[in-house]
């Protein structure tokens, strides 16, 4: 099936052209049509499956079919959880419309940075807004935003977007939206938390992909070594060295931990750099942008810092530890094995995580394969 079969514009075909896309994901050819015309969708889609442009393009879609009215209201809300899956969702949306005539007003807003440019960016109007809530909220309250137009609204990770406590926020922007509007909610994992909100926001809503066998990416190879916990470090480094990795994603449970590891790694002559939430957004985004480079072969992060970053074809994700929430583990993997590609994922397991491993292995509905490496056999 071609991207041209759904009926998008010339200019929007000219973008995905542009990005190098030849035929659409399983997302997108359910997405597409059904936001298309104009129904409330529930997507069960992780990070790697294409679900940005999956919604996107249709809204931009939508969006040029309706006049433009002089004071630019706001049109299209989408809100993520992090900064930095904000502002990649920014970008995507910059990418898309880029052939666009007239061009969409868009902008992105966030918080952990000042509010007062943010607030002159917002003057006059933008037509498509990507921000995380409790900015958004504090710039509903100051009176530099009104979302009394908004005719599609995004919920990206929403999932993630509850297990930040942010459902209050959510909450209060949703008493300033109009109630009638188009709703799109996409998360990789459905608690009772969200099963609940998705009843409260979405109407009749087409679902997509809600099988919870699908829920870890199948080019995902996925594997355990079983390891003291006082040996990680070391098989890590001997894993990175032995295979010749050359760009490794890895996760720890702590900033503390992703510290002392990037330092350990450094020191091993292995190029490394942190990113969580202690780190400023200047440090994120270089040592995000040193990873996609090249220029850095491993990004230790946290949970938080990395949700919906994209960098294409990641092979490598390590958990140094399980994270606290199964859910967290399906995201985390994500990052890897994204649209088609091959990927590897390896948990680090010492005893003590043994249970949470199990918990991720009922979410995932697999066994993964467990291995020892010699030498650092777990005792
Ligand atoms: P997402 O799941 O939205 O984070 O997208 C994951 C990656 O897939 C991004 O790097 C996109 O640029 C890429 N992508 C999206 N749609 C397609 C497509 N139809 N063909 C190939 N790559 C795609």
Redesign the pocket.
């Known amino acids: 099936m071609p991207f041209s079969s759904f009926g998008l514009s010339e200019d929007l075909l000219q973008a995905i052209n542009d990005?190098g896309?030849t035929?659409?994901?399983p997302v997108?050819i359910q997405a597409i049509p059904a936001i298309l015309k104009g129904r409330d969708l529930l997507a069960a889609a992780q990070?790697?499956?294409?679900?940005?442009?999956g919604f996107i393009l249709p809204i931009l879609q939508r969006m040029a079919q309706t006049t433009f009215s002089r004071n630019r209201p706001l049109r299209a809300l989408i809100l993520t959880p992090t900064r930095e899956l904000a502002a990649q969702v920014g970008e995507s949306v910059k990418k898309y419309g880029a052939h666009q005539n007239p061009r969409l007003k868009s902008e992105v807003v966030f918080g952990g940075v000042k509010i007062n440019p943010q607030m002159m960016r917002l003057r006059g109007g933008v037509d498509l807004l990507t921000a995380t809530p409790g900015r958004l909220l504090d710039l509903v309250n100051q009176n530099a935003v009104r979302l009394n137009k908004v005719e599609i609204l995004v919920l990206d990770e929403a999932d993630k977007m509850l297990d930040m406590g942010f459902i209050k926020d959510i909450d209060k922007l949703l008493a300033f939206l109009p109630k009638k509007r188009q709703n799109l909610l996409f998360s990789a994992t459905f608690s009772s938390d969200i099963k609940k909100l998705t009843r409260d926001l979405l109407v009749n809503p087409v679902k997509i992909n809600v099988d919870p066998e699908n829920i870890a990416a199948e080019t995902i190879d996925q594997l355990v070594y079983t390891v003291n916990k006082t040996s990680k470090t070391a098989l890590l480094t001997h894993l990175i060295k032995t295979n010749n990795w050359q760009q490794v994603l890895v996760f720890t449970s702590s900033k503390h931990g992703a510290n002392r590891l990037t330092e350990k790694l450094n020191a091993a002559r292995i190029k490394a750099a942190a990113i969580h939430g202690n780190k400023s957004q200047g440090a994120r985004t270089s040592a995000l942008a040193g990873f996609k480079s090249g220029e850095i072969r491993v990004l230790v992060a946290t949970d938080v810092a990395t949700r919906g970053i994209?960098i294409?074809q990641l092979p490598h994700v390590v958990n140094f530890e399980l994270p606290r929430s199964s859910s967290d583990y399906v995201h985390r993997i994500g990052r890897t094995g994204?649209?088609g590609q091959n990927g590897q994922a390896v948990s680090l397991i010492s005893e003590d995580e043994y249970p949470a491993l199990l918990l991720v292995e009922k979410l995932i509905g697999i066994k993964i394969p467990r291995e020892q490496i010699s030498g650092f056999e777990a005792k």
């Open positions: 990005a896309y035929t659409p994901t997108q990070t790697g499956t294409g679900k940005t442009a994209d294409a994204r649209a």
